[in-house]
């Protein structure tokens, strides 16, 4: 279908909840081939549709010797075990810091005929589960940092040569880091 520009911090439709999906026609499934397109073109494990500017309950994934996609997912934790690995994401380019995560999950939601889907996830893929769901929850990975490394990222992300840009938003450019995210 397309590849999308990835929205970056600073995008408010990156801290906004995305809309639970209710139509299963050609406009999600075309929401779901761009999201692929636009995963693979940038070679990322996981993309939410908020990231390409959509309010849209669907992510898609491409990790874990696994591909597909989610519609109005949810997971549950299986187990207690967490893990602490590096953890990126497209919409915040060349930061990667130790995140806390559930080692293995299950996720269910509908596919875009709006039939069930489940599945038992661990490794990357259970961190893309979490990571991707946050993103339609208006959450970026930078809030589930520890306070020392939610410090290291700002600091870098000041610094990065795309922050304050009007690439970052789609056009709307925040005088402070402050305006652009509340980070909490």
């Known amino acids: 279908m397309s590849v999308h520009p990835v929205r970056l911090f600073g995008d ?8 639970p999906v209710t139509s299963f026609d050609d406009r999600l499934a075309r929401t779901v081939a761009d999201l692929m397109d636009t995963v693979a073109h940038e070679e990322g494990a996981g993309l939410a549709a908020p990231q390409i500017g959509l309010s849209t309950r669907v992510f898609v994934y491409s990790c ?15 187990g207690e075990e967490k893990t602490h690995v590096n953890e990126g994401c497209l919409s915040i380019p060349g930061i990667s810091l130790p995140t806390e995560r559930f080692a293995r999950v299950r996720a269910r939601g509908v596919d875009v005929h709006g039939e069930p889907v489940s599945f038992e996830a661990e490794g990357i893929l259970a961190r893309a589960v979490q990571h991707e769901t946050d993103h339609l929850d208006g959450v970026l990975f930078l809030q589930r940092l520890t306070p020392e490394r939610r ?3 700002m600091a870098e992300i000041r610094s990065a ?14 005088d402070t880091l402050s305006d652009a995210m509340a980070v909490r």
Not at 64 to 78: A, D, F, Q
């Open 64 to 78: 874990g010797g696994r591909e597909g996609h989610l519609v109005n997912p949810e997971w549950e934790p299986i």
């Open 151 to 153: 410090r290291e990222a």
């Open 161 to 174: 040569s795309w922050f304050g840009s009007a690439a970052v938003s789609g056009g709307v450019i925040y």
């Open 12 to 19: 408010p439709v990156l801290r906004t909840p995305a809309d």
